[in-house]
């Protein structure tokens, strides 16, 4: 039997990963105690009702009985007649706190007006289990869409390509570094075609700009390295509990070298069958 329990952060998608294991034909169970989650599944190997895969939203709504959790985690682990998985929603502060504004909702752990420090709260409480997470899904930036895709990708998909992201974008350092980036690569020492009468107003996206860029032996030579540094590290992060990396290029205002370097390697990527996403910070 397949079973998953998908926890997280209020407010981070929860509940559209049910909806969309519902739709996929999981036998789906929200705030349902811990406790119970074992007795339900003896039920259900010991019964008539042929149910394959379950999933149980499980979260800090359930008060006292959510700390009886790791307990239970610990006994569907050594389960053998189980195939168990632990998902765990996460999005950054910023972005729960103006959720939870938009929808007026009020937060498990809080009466009165959601604050990051909220947030963070839950976040401490709740550590141990992403930790202890099989598959750990950021929605900062995702859309709903977006989000089904990687459920797509993560559970009905095994190899190490289709279970990893890696998400490429660029910006401008006289902007700001993204907050969300693993990697900030600084592609200043490319030769820059803002100075290039020509070449000044546009951007990345354009053929003649990735003509001019691409073509110095320092970017091809650059490139080649960090493609392998690419693929030799992501093994290491999905080891530990990483699902995806995301790769900021910088230049100086964001419109040249960063959106072309952004612009090859999601090509490279995508052409040899990962999944990668692309976003850039200043156009």
């Known amino acids: 039997m397949e079973v998953v329990i998908i926890t997280g952060l209020s407010g981070a998608g929860k509940s559209k990963a049910a909806d969309w294991f519902e739709d996929k034909g999981y036998y789906c169970i929200d705030n349902m105690p811990p406790a119970l989650i074992k007795n339900f599944i003896d039920l259900t190997c010991s019964g008539s009702r042929d149910i394959e895969r379950a ?10 009985f959510f700390d009886e959790l790791k307990d239970v985690i610990e006994t569907l682990r050594n ?10 929603i996460e999005a950054s502060n910023q972005s729960l706190v103006r959720r939870y504004k938009e929808a007026r909702r009020q937060h498990p752990l809080s009466e009165n007006i959601i604050t990051a420090k909220t947030i963070q709260e839950e976040r401490d409480k709740l550590k141990s289990l992403k930790d202890n997470a099989d598959y750990v899904v950021d929605t900062t930036t995702l859309k709903v ?8 990708n993560l559970f009905f998909k095994k190899t190490k ?13 006289k902007y700001r570094v993204p907050s969300e980036a693993d990697w900030v690569i600084d ?3 490319i030769p820059n075609p803002y100075y290039v009468p020509s070449l000044k107003h546009l951007t990345g996206n354009n053929k003649k700009i990735q003509q001019y860029v691409l073509k110095h032996d320092v970017t091809k030579n650059f490139i080649e390295g960090l493609k392998d540094g690419i693929l030799r590290l992501v093994p290491y992060y999905s080891k530990e509990g990483k699902y995806s990396l995301t790769i900021a290029f910088g230049c100086t205002g964001g419109q040249h070298r960063s959106v072309t370097l952004a612009n090859e390697f999601y090509r490279i990527f995508s052409e040899e069958g990962w999944r990668v996403t692309l976003e850039h910070k200043e156009l």
């Open 161 to 173: 390509k289709d279970s990893f992201t890696l998400k490429f974008m660029s910006f401008g350092y």
């Open 79 to 88: 389960d053998e007649r189980l195939d168990f998985k632990i998902l765990f």
């Open 187 to 189: 592609v200043r020492f």
């Open 55 to 64: 999933a149980f939203v499980v979260d800090i709504r359930g008060g006292k």
């Open 145 to 152: 869409a977006d989000f089904h895709n990687e459920l797509d």
